[in-house]
């Protein structure tokens, strides 16, 4: 067993040592926003929290992870309220989302030893490869969520995940949730 702490809950997995972090985290513990995209560490898809430090969770072994702290975009804000994961919204530097918990970690990462970078260094610390081209929009966001971390500025919020569809009936016209009349009224 190779025990470790994962999003703040102790974790054992019975695994192979040699196993990739990135496996034990998508195929044990069904966290699956980290995401597999090259598996040789070059694009930062995968990349999580260990003890802090942004990773690619492809090259670290769980073997290496023993006995360690990891955070995964999950464990990152469960209500989307990180300063981060708020400016990438705002900033629309989302666009398939496939690459975004990898920049969202590498960009909490940096935030959290450097509460003010300038773009160059959130250029190297932010090497992940989107295929999408959000590079203009991701830097505007980090320098969002500086602002933001440092109460110098105020995101609305994004939607918090879990809406209820009766909600969102209402909010969005075209939708209808089960049991909902069309004018947005229950039929109970």
């Given at each position: 067993m ?37 598996g ?6 995968c ?60 960009a ?8 003010d970078?300038?773009?160059a ?30 109460r ?37």
């Amino acid at each position: 067993m190779t025990a470790m702490t994962v999003n703040e809950r102790p974790v054992d997995f019975d695994m192979d040592p040699d196993t990739p972090l990135l496996h034990a985290l998508r195929d044990a513990a069904n966290l699956t926003g980290t995401k597999y995209g090259c598996g040789v560490g070059d694009c930062g898809a995968c990349m999580v929290l260990v003890d802090g430090e942004a990773l690619r969770s492809c090259l670290v072994t769980i073997g290496e992870a023993e006995g360690r702290f990891i955070t995964t975009i999950e464990g990152l804000s469960r209500d989307r309220s990180h300063p981060v994961q708020q400016a990438l919204v705002a900033e629309q530097a989302i666009q398939c989302g496939f690459c975004t918990p990898g920049i969202a970690i590498a960009a909490a990462s940096l935030l959290r030893g450097n509460p003010d970078p300038i773009e160059a260094q959130i250029r190297e610390a932010i090497p992940n490869l989107c295929r999408c081209g959000v590079y203009p929009r991701l830097v505007r966001a980090v320098q969002r969520a500086a602002r933001v971390g440092s109460r110098r500025e105020r995101i609305s919020a994004a939607p918090a995940p879990g809406i209820d569809p009766q909600d969102a009936a209402r909010a969005v016209p075209g939708m209808r949730a089960e049991g909902a009349d069309p004018q947005g009224g229950t039929s109970d």
